[in-house]
């Protein structure tokens, strides 16, 4: 049984370009949420996808942007980079039943970006 | 004031020792918590949840204090193995809310 899946592992970018980062969910899982890791801080929520919709989002500009397809993969773009958005960007994936019960939050690898 | 707070150490202790983390949280309304464990440069595995009665996993022992919003690890007879940073985790609310890490606390068992 795969575990969350991201590519690419490791990505350097210049500031202004922009950037497409990729998830696949643990097998059964619907829901996927993305993180931010600074150097030294804890995860940051960025925003979370259900059902190819974004359901909830946390403190992040519009620079930042996701979808979800059908197969419930997602994707996180960046757009405009600036070198503050050097960091780890960690996906999980999770079940959402019926209102939306939250369980355990499996986290990928991380894609480490570096913007130069 | 951040909504999760842990020392972030390092903490650096001799195997064998017994060492205790701390946690707060200002939110009052938060309904779930957690302990996640990262090893340097991977992703937070969850390493168990913590409960108003106390939990126990083998040498890890997690409590949780609502009166004065405060959750706790407990880690007895350390490993070299458990050299990693642990993360707080809070959920605000039940439902699929995101989680709300702490800036991790660094553990560096030594032989």
């Known amino acids: 049984d795969a575990g969350v899946t991201q590519s690419p592992t490791h990505l350097i970018k210049t500031r202004g370009q922009q950037v497409t980062l990729r998830c696949s969910p643990k097998s059964g899982h619907d829901t996927v949420s993305w993180y931010q890791q600074a150097l030294g801080q804890g995860p940051q929520f960025i925003f979370q996808?259900?059902?190819?919709?974004?359901?909830q989002r946390g403190n992040f500009p519009d620079r930042f942007s996701g979808h979800q397809f059908p197969n419930y993969s997602s994707e996180l773009n960046v757009n405009a980079l600036l070198l503050g958005d050097s960091a780890l960007y960690l996906c999980?994936?999770?079940?959402?039943?019926?209102?939306?019960?939250?369980?355990?939050?499996?986290f990928g690898p991380g894609t480490r970006l570096t913007v130069t | 004031r951040k909504e999760v707070e842990q020392d972030p150490g390092p903490f650096n202790v001799p195997e064998g020792a017994t060492v205790a983390f701390n946690c707060t949280y200002s939110n009052s309304a938060s309904q779930s918590f957690f302990w996640y464990r990262q090893d340097c440069r991977k992703e937070p595995k969850l390493l168990m949840s913590v409960y108003s009665s106390g939990n126990e996993d083998g040498r890890f022992t997690a409590q949780l204090n609502r009166a004065s919003q405060y959750i706790s690890l407990l880690i007895r007879d350390s490993k070299l193995s458990d050299s990693a940073t642990y993360l707080c985790?809070?959920?605000?609310?039940?439902?699929?809310?995101?989680?709300?890490f702490g800036k991790g606390t660094r553990l560096s068992v030594i032989a």
């Open positions: 996808y259900y059902e190819e919709e974004e359901r």
């Open positions: 999980a994936s999770s079940i959402s039943k019926g209102t939306g019960a939250l369980y355990e939050q499996y």
């Open positions: 985790v809070v959920i605000r609310n039940s439902g699929n809310t995101p989680l709300v």
